[in-house]
């Protein structure tokens, strides 16, 4: 599904040229659940915006259901650690958002709207929030809107969900209920996702391989399976080799750090 082959990126700063990524390679599988970890500053985000189209490299390719990527990726979906809602719109309407803009939705959505609506509403119900459809954004908790950010995501149901630290901004319980939320919706539509985060546990409990980066200039230095079977409980975050997992990581990241 995706392909950074031998990837670098730079570009001019104040104080001269910075080289955000070095010799950058990953693959992700059509359908599977990636996770991208590393220290501040080493690149994640940049390695998002790469295979969205949304910056081009410097050398290396990047390539997209076998695609070379030269602009904007129509396959994929994005969240972030904000919502970004639009105040002025209901949680539907915002939902639906995509529809009035990406093709081939955009040239029949009035056409199609009712069915579109219909859509839209069915996947507020699996996370949870038909009932508030006809709310605003400041109406509800931030988790709802990062709720709301995921329908909103997916409603032109994409072959790719890109997501940078969707959850960062929430509180542990909420983070974690969010966490359930995603696991579900992934293995009912299984689309790819990457997922770029610093949360550890995120990544181990969500993904079924986690690339580690270096510091800056950042690069894949390690790439681990998840082995934990499917679907995964929460629970399953208790148990002592998923906290292996997770202590070794951090040990990985604390070494690259310091390289």
């Known amino acids: 599904m995706i392909r950074l082959d031998d990837v670098t990126l730079s570009y001019k700063g104040r104080s001269g040229e910075v080289t955000a990524l070095r010799n950058t390679s990953i693959d992700v599988k059509r359908g599977e659940f990636a996770a991208v970890v590393g220290p501040s500053g080493c690149g994640k985000s940049t390695l998002m915006k790469l295979v969205t189209g949304l910056i081009r490299p410097t050398s290396g390719t990047v390539s997209v259901e076998g695609q070379i990527v030269t602009g904007p990726v129509k396959v994929a979906g994005m969240a972030f650690q904000n ?6 719109r209901t949680v539907l309407d915002n939902v639906m958002l995509p529809l009035e803009i990406v093709q081939p939705h955009r040239s029949r959505f009035r056409a199609e709207k009712a069915a579109y609506r219909t859509r839209a509403l ?3 119900g699996v996370v949870g929030l038909r009932d508030f459809a006809d709310r605003f954004p400041w109406e509800m908790s931030g ?3 990062q709720r709301a950010s995921l329908c909103r995501s997916l409603i032109h149901e994409p072959a790719l969900l890109m997501l940078d630290e969707p959850f960062a901004a929430l509180d542990a319980f909420t983070r974690e209920e969010l966490w359930a939320v995603l696991r579900d ?3 009912r539509l299984g689309f790819t996702v990457v997922l770029v ?3 550890l546990r995120e990544a181990a409990f969500l993904a079924d391989t986690i690339h580690v980066m270096s510091a800056r200039p950042g690069r894949i230095v390690e790439s681990r399976s998840v082995d934990f079977p499917r679907p995964r409980p929460l629970e399953v975050c208790y148990e002592p080799a998923f906290t292996d997992l997770v202590h070794q990581l951090r040990g990985k990241i604390a070494e690259v750090r310091q390289a």
């Open 83 to 88: 919502a970004n809602m639009l105040p002025w």
């Open 143 to 145: 988790g709802m809107q």
């Open 197 to 199: 985060t610093h949360d």
């Open 185 to 187: 919706l992934w293995q």
């Open 122 to 124: 069915d996947l507020l």
